[in-house]
């Protein structure tokens, strides 16, 4: 390893096509805009106050009525903040905000279909479902936790889970991969995880690997970085990802395409081939990341593959908000969405992942809570002390620990008869 | 004023049903306009009883333009449109106004996507979404949208003429040639190699128009390995664009005339395939200090592992 490894590349590519299309006049702009916020070699500050302002609005006010756009996303709306304070800084998460998720988020399940909705009287939809049980983790609320109807749960997820192997968003709704890791994602919280809900899932993720090297929303869709990280956490979950993600994905060309995600000079990283670098992605593709050098040790013993100090350079520098929140780039609101998987990705910047199968044992239902971490070495990328956040579970994208406690939690009560 | 929801049906006999956010103090409540906030009182009180019915429809209407990307609202739709036996080519008519004044939406797709199946007819369909591709030529809900639409209704002759279109008006739409193959090889037919040959020379064509571009050479090198071509096949064209001359032990770059990066990376993969370490080495070393530095530690990575892309372990 060499110390030339944490330093950012500020200048611009020295080969680059004269040809002007749409995509590259796009792009030159965002490049330029970047080029203009970052300052050589100088680190700049995360403004925790502003963020956790920010973050903590959902929790103090009621939402102007230009969020009625979300109105469906009622639960993300939670799960969003609460993550991203959580790793901002613990503290964030008072004995108030705790105990009011679990109402909030028990106000959105359906009770006749058995799983959350996007709101109040909402249709129960897998993605509510998901960002509902993260949110449920973050609370650590044991009384709502046990009211929560398992049974019924594992029902509706076998009644959205299709012949060939993947899952729909809702009954009669969509099918993509991340109707794939929200339902597994879920599952695994719950400890429900059976043979006949993952049956056929692996070899469905599995098609959904372009000829790019990256995995699509559906088999023979573009390949894209939120669906990559889903296709691959999907399969962190359904067994060792150590056995998994080789068996199902061709490794070196999904590594090559996640390679080439990362764009100079502005150090974030885009979703598919020709887009512009977002914040989201540093999730996104940052993630997949983290779980491919924790889970493949032929991938990294010491190194990295990619340039964790370029993409710190692009969060900090580019994806603040003035006025507080994290954002996709310069000259975007912030919002929270991004909050959350901009400072995810920051996380992932600043900490080492390592699967170990040993750690917990290895019952059934568990392979996604066997992640341990550490801060990264200076030698990879140089963190000022201020800009810290905390670490996370990269498979669940939750709080390291908050995803173990509630899996615990159900595995200490049984297992079920499903 | 607030602004009241002005329905052409009576309400009047219908108790609506609040909106429960959970608790004294619910988190992430929304302040509604007050005709929102009445609607989908209505709607929770129709959708709790399953009523089938005129005004329940036009209901989901209204609610859709306030808010479409209210799921549950789209899927009623579809089951009241059933039931009703409502004419779908007006339905069809409705969704493209819908699909204009919100561009972004994706609850469309799906729910045009039942419509159609169950309309059994496409002939709505590729207008709709060429208007759609030039408000954005990327969206990626309406590519997938295509790709069912070949499939269902075996559409397959219409596509590459389209794509050709497409890269031609933006040779780096990487959507667009995301496309292209799924045109020439989701068929599930074996594919002539002359149709092979054609797409290289297609691929061939674009690279030389913007020899940077990802997408045309990510498609290069998928036509190939799909097909089961060797690599080799492409090294006199990667030679020209990185301007490469070697020996048996060295290669020698031409800085001036190098006009693609990723002629040099596929060179260097083709080096390793044949175990000329050296050569491979001096490639990937150019790429990691000098031509893309942000991505140094991955060229570091395949040259110590020395692994090309063409020699995969098999899925």
Wanted: net charge negative.
């Amino acid at each position: 390893m060499t110390a030339e490894q944490n330093t950012v590349h500020n200048e611009e590519l020295s080969v680059v096509d004269s040809l002007i299309t749409e995509s590259s006049t796009t792009e030159d702009e965002v490049a330029r805009m970047c080029a203009g916020l970052i300052l050589d070699g100088q680190l700049t500050v995360l403004q925790r106050q502003l963020h956790a302002d920010f973050l903590k609005i959902p929790m103090s006010f009621q939402l102007p009525p230009n969020y009625t756009g979300l109105d469906a996303s009622k639960p993300w709306l939670m799960y969003w903040p609460l993550h991203a304070l959580e790793i901002l800084d613990p503290d964030n998460q008072t004995d108030d905000i705790l105990s009011r998720i679990g109402p909030s988020i028990m106000a959105c399940l359906n009770g006749i279909e058995g799983a959350f909705g996007g709101g109040n009287g909402q249709t129960a939809h897998l993605a509510a479902t998901y960002a509902s049980l993260n949110a449920l983790a973050i609370s650590r609320d044991e009384q709502v936790w046990s009211q929560i109807n398992r049974e019924e749960l594992y029902k509706w997820l076998m009644s959205v889970k299709l012949p060939d192997g993947g899952f729909s968003m809702h009954v009669g709704g969509e099918e993509d991969v991340r109707a794939v890791y929200c339902a597994l994602a879920s599952a695994a919280l719950l400890n429900i995880i059976t043979p006949e809900l993952t049956e056929g899932t692996a070899e469905w993720i599995s098609r959904c690997q372009t000829y790019e090297g990256g995995i699509g929303g559906a088999p023979g869709n573009e390949a894209h970085g939120g669906y990559a990280f889903c296709g691959l956490a999907a399969l962190c979950i359904l067994g060792n990802p150590i056995e998994m993600i080789p068996q199902y994905l061709d490794v070196d060309s999904f590594v090559h395409w996640l390679s080439a995600r990362q764009y100079q000079p502005e150090g974030g990283f885009s979703g598919r081939t020709n887009k512009l670098v977002d914040g989201c992605y540093s999730w996104w593709v940052g993630g997949c990341w983290s779980i491919l050098e924790g889970a493949l040790p032929w991938i990294t013993s010491t190194d990295v593959l990619w340039s964790k100090a370029d993409l710190q350079k692009y969060i900090l520098f580019c994806c603040q908000s003035p006025r507080g929140g994290l954002r996709d780039k310069p000259g975007k609101s912030s919002d929270f969405y991004h909050s959350c998987y901009v400072l995810s990705g920051l996380s992932e910047v600043q900490h080492r992942y390592s699967f170990r199968p040993k750690l917990r044992g290895s019952e059934s239902g568990g392979w996604s809570f066997m992640w341990t971490y550490e801060l990264e070495s200076p030698d990879i990328v140089i963190i000022d002390e201020q800009n810290v956040v905390g670490p996370l579970n990269p498979v669940h994208v939750l709080p390291a620990g908050v995803g173990e406690r509630m899996h615990d939690f159900y595995a200490a009560l049984g297992t079920l008869e499903l | 004023m607030p602004l009241a929801y002005i329905s052409d049906y009576s309400w009047e006999a219908i108790v609506p049903i609040p909106q429960d956010d959970g608790g004294e103090n619910p988190l992430a409540p929304i302040a509604y306009q007050d005709d929102y906030k009445t609607a989908t009182g209505y709607l929770r009180a129709v959708m709790s009883v399953e009523e089938v019915s005129d005004r329940a429809l036009q209901l989901t209407s209204d609610l859709i333009f306030m808010n479409p990307a209210h799921y549950s609202v789209w899927a009623y739709r579809a089951r009241l449109l059933f039931a009703l036996k409502k004419d779908l080519e007006q339905e069809l008519i409705w969704i493209e106004e819908v699909g204009q004044r919100f561009p972004k939406n994706y609850q469309i797709w799906n729910h045009r996507e039942m419509i159609v199946d169950k309309y059994d007819n496409p002939i709505r369909e590729l207008p709709f979404i060429e208007v759609m591709l030039e408000l954005d030529s990327k969206n990626y809900h309406v590519w997938s949208y295509r790709q069912w639409l070949v499939r269902r209704f075996d559409l397959w002759i219409t596509e590459l003429p389209y794509t050709d279109r497409m890269i031609e008006n933006d040779v780096r739409n990487n959507s667009a040639w995301n496309h292209r193959f799924f045109t020439v090889f989701g068929k599930g037919v074996d594919i002539a190699q002359s149709e092979i040959n054609d797409e290289i020379d297609y691929a061939k064509r674009a690279i030389l128009k913007a020899p940077q571009n990802a997408s045309a050479w990510n498609y290069l090198l998928g036509v190939l390995k799909r097909a089961q071509r060797p690599l080799s096949e492409i090294e006199e064209f990667c030679n020209d664009l990185a301007a490469v001359t070697t020996t048996a032990q060295s290669l020698n770059v031409d800085i001036d005339r190098l006009a693609s990066t990723r002629a040099l990376e596929v060179l260097a993969d083709i080096y390793a395939g044949r175990r000329e370490v050296e050569k491979a080495a001096q490639a990937w070393t150019l790429l990691a200090e000098k031509y893309d530095p942000i991505r140094e530690n991955y060229w570091k990575f395949k040259n110590r592992r020395q692994v090309s892309v063409s020699w995969l372990q098999p899925k």
